[in-house]
């Protein structure tokens, strides 16, 4: 079965960190381009950050120097790693994976950052 599940949302003070998780099964995980997206309640979904199936790695200004994303291609998982939290963080993180004309998404973790 083809599917990402997200894990690592949650409850975290302004300025804390929280680590997710995206784990994947039934496909070729390596060959994937993989990204992490968010949605606020009312707003659009954004790229937050990427890392293509080649390594490369891009981030939304809004989390540059404060969020990595990495990827283990031997555990079928990318993470993202996000220091230095703010309220404006707040919002459904979703994974998403993308191979030629095939995407995949994940259901989605909270994450909400009190202030």
């Known amino acids: 079965q083809v599917q990402l599940v997200e894990s690592g949302g949650g409850v975290v003070q302004a300025g804390g960190s929280l680590r997710l998780s995206c784990a994947a099964s039934?496909?070729?995980?390596?060959?994937?381009?993989m990204g992490w997206y968010r949605q606020a309640p009312g707003k659009q979904r954004d790229l937050v950050a990427a890392?293509?199936?080649?390594?490369?790695?891009t981030y939304a200004d809004s989390v540059n120097g404060r969020f990595t994303i990495s990827r283990d291609n031997a555990k079928n998982t990318v993470y993202l790693q996000m220091n230095s939290l703010k309220p404006e963080d707040t919002a459904v993180y979703s994974c998403?994976?993308?191979?030629?004309?095939?995407?995949?998404w994940g259901q989605g973790t909270q994450v909400t950052v009190s202030s």
């Open positions: 998403n994976g993308r191979f030629s004309t095939l995407a995949i």
């Open positions: 039934g496909i070729i995980f390596s060959r994937y381009h």
């Open positions: 890392i293509t199936s080649a390594g490369t790695i």
